[in-house]
């Protein structure tokens, strides 16, 4: 079905043509799948170790390359922020790119990874598409235009989060249990996690977009970067769910990803702000 982005979030000129913006993202995501898919499993795929000792693989270069080579001629004037490369231009126009989010599971083999695009104006997503070419899915959204699964824009299916109204009723997605460890949360993730009906670690972009379709009503990460993020945060408040920082406040520009159907995002906060307050000065719990 046609995707109509719906109307513009501002009257900033900045703001028009999102139509436009969407198939551009679409087209890169295109080319961004030809390059994946021809890596994906390849023998002589070259993989090395960043500063952060996370994988980076010939693939993940030559995505944000060629992706930055469209945006330089279809949109000299917009600003770029990737994962692999430095930023380049300014302005209120940025384009965000995952070149490859789940680089882990790519160079083992494992089909669950994807390439984001988003578009930010302002400091606003105003445009997301995640692509999975080895799943045979791809998701986008635009501000004020809802959020869509399928091939193409001319063949989709609106997304919509869950309806589901208590914690004790959800499925919740993460990425690993050691990743909330390492940022000092491991206890009041695990408490959310018994608490739940039903988790799994379907991990990374996975999560948010199947929150988005209504499979799963949480999902939640405590370190991610903006490119981690922004795609993933539109599709999901597109579909009618909230995509925050643990003190709630909206969009991808936290620390980390905690994001719901709308309807638990409160009580999934809560459970995190509840245990911060038992805590003492020194770190220790409070209490008998």
């Known amino acids: 079905m046609p995707v ?11 703001y028009r043509g999102l139509t436009d913006d969407l198939r551009l993202a679409h087209l890169l995501a295109d080319d961004a ?4 898919m021809s890596r994906f499993k ?3 795929l070259h993989v090395t170790s960043k500063p952060d000792l996370t994988p980076v693989s010939d693939a993940d270069t030559a995505v944000e390359e060629a992706m930055r080579r469209t945006l330089g001629r279809a949109r000299p004037r917009d600003a770029v922020h990737g994962e692999e490369m430095d930023d380049t231009g300014w302005g209120p126009r940025r384009w965000v790119i ?14 669950v990874w994807a390439t984001l695009i988003s578009l930010m104006i302002n400091d606003e997503v105003v445009v997301g598409v995640v692509s ?14 809802g959020a869509y699964s399928g091939k193409s824009l001319m063949s989709a299916s609106e997304c919509h989060v869950s309806d589901v109204a208590t914690v004790e009723d959800a499925s919740l997605s993460y990425s690993s249990v050691s990743s909330w460890v ?4 491991g206890q009041q993730f695990v408490d959310l996690l018994r608490t739940c009906w039903r988790t799994r670690a379907y991990g990374d972009f996975w999560s948010y977009m199947l929150l988005a379709e209504g499979a799963v009503d949480i999902a939640c990460e405590p370190d991610l970067a903006l490119h981690d993020m922004a795609a993933c945060s539109i599709v999901v408040t597109e579909a009618g769910g909230q995509f925050t920082d ?7 520009h936290g620390a980390g990803a905690y994001a719901t159907n ?5 009580e999934v906060l809560a459970q995190f702000a509840d245990f911060e307050a038992a805590e003492g000065t020194d770190g220790e719990l409070v209490g008998d």
């Open 182 to 185: 390492e940022a000092g949360l």
């Open 98 to 111: 995952d070149p490859i989010d789940g680089t882990k599971n790519f160079v083992r083999g494992v089909p």
């Open 4 to 14: 109509n982005p719906g109307p513009s979030p501002a009257t900033d000129a900045a």
């Open 262 to 266: 709308g309807r638990l995002h409160e």
């Open 132 to 145: 999975a070419p080895a799943l045979g899915r791809r998701w986008w959204a635009s501000a004020g235009g």
């Open 246 to 252: 643990v003190d709630g406040v909206p969009g991808p």
């Open 33 to 36: 799948d030809s390059i994946t």
């Open 42 to 44: 390849a023998l002589d």
